[in-house]
């Protein structure tokens, strides 16, 4: 069904067909300027050093499919009147792309490419302190996981349903604030302000929670506007939808913390035999 038939769960307003062929437009069009600019940027990496690494592209190809959609298509159309499509298509948008985005590590291509020059200024944006505000784990969880209690405990949702521009607004802020919080959890890219492995481990066991524990106020206490059945089913594929992303970003966690302290289990053990470690 086409957004032009859309009419909101119960409150009667709708997003006229123009204006919603808009929205999906202006959504889905950078993410396929990044699928270019990606390709475009690899094929130059791979003729000036070694070869880029084909995993790296497929994942950034598979992220943006899952961004677009998202936020255009047949899911995007239904998920004007079905929550539970909105919620697949929020755990699309703010949860699998982001990730597989974020192991493509697009900073990382993007700085192998340029010359030194370009590169030492982007190195320099990178350090800079707003960056390393909003790349804190506290802040990133907080926009990520305090967008979404923001969005489904309040006014807002029924709001963007009806308006173009916080309809637009909201799913950008899902997509940055699920990619933020992603590479705030998880090195892939160099990262210049760099957390703790505890800090991470126990800012994202709490995000967790409070994103299990939204899936559950969802699934009792209705978002304005969506009936009852529809609450439940929603806010199930939330809780066990988001539970498979969330173990996914566990295990890289966990395999980067092991990594990181295997080389110092392994001198422990050389010199065992003499000094304590």
Request: glycine fraction near 6%.
């Amino acid at each position: 069904m086409n957004i032009n038939n859309y009419v909101h769960h119960s409150t009667g307003t709708h997003i006229d067909y123009a204006n919603g062929i808009l929205a999906q437009l202006l959504l889905a069009l950078p993410f396929f300027l990044l699928l270019v600019v990606y390709i475009f940027t690899a094929f130059i990496s791979n003729r000036r050093h070694k070869h880029w690494p084909i995993r790296r592209t497929i994942f950034w190809a598979l992220g943006v499919l899952c961004a677009i959609a998202a936020v255009i298509g047949p899911l995007a159309n239904r998920a004007h009147m079905d929550f539970t499509a909105h919620m697949m298509g929020h755990l699309l948008l703010g949860m699998l792309a982001p990730l597989l985005m974020a192991l493509a590590a697009p900073m990382t291509l993007v700085l192998r490419t340029l010359n030194v020059t370009l590169a030492r200024r982007l190195s320099n944006v990178l350090k800079s302190w707003p960056i390393r505000i909003l790349g804190h784990p506290v802040v990133a969880s907080c926009l990520n996981v305090g967008g979404l209690w923001l969005l489904y405990t309040t006014d807002l949702y029924a709001m963007m349903q009806r308006n173009v521009l916080l309809h637009i607004l909201v799913h950008i802020h899902v997509f940055l604030a699920g990619y933020v919080f992603t590479v705030s959890m998880i090195y892939i890219d160099p990262m210049p302000h760099k957390s703790s492995f505890v800090c991470r481990a126990v800012v994202l066991t709490v995000a967790l929670a409070g994103h299990s524990i939204l899936s559950k106020y969802i699934y009792a206490h209705p978002p304005h506007g969506v009936s009852t059945e529809q609450a439940e089913m929603g806010g199930m594929l939330m809780y066990y939808g988001g539970d498979v992303i969330d173990a996914v970003l566990i295990f890289m966690l966990c395999f980067q913390w092991f990594k990181a302290t295997r080389p110092r289990m392994e001198q422990c053990s050389k010199v065992s035999n003499y000094h304590p470690c």
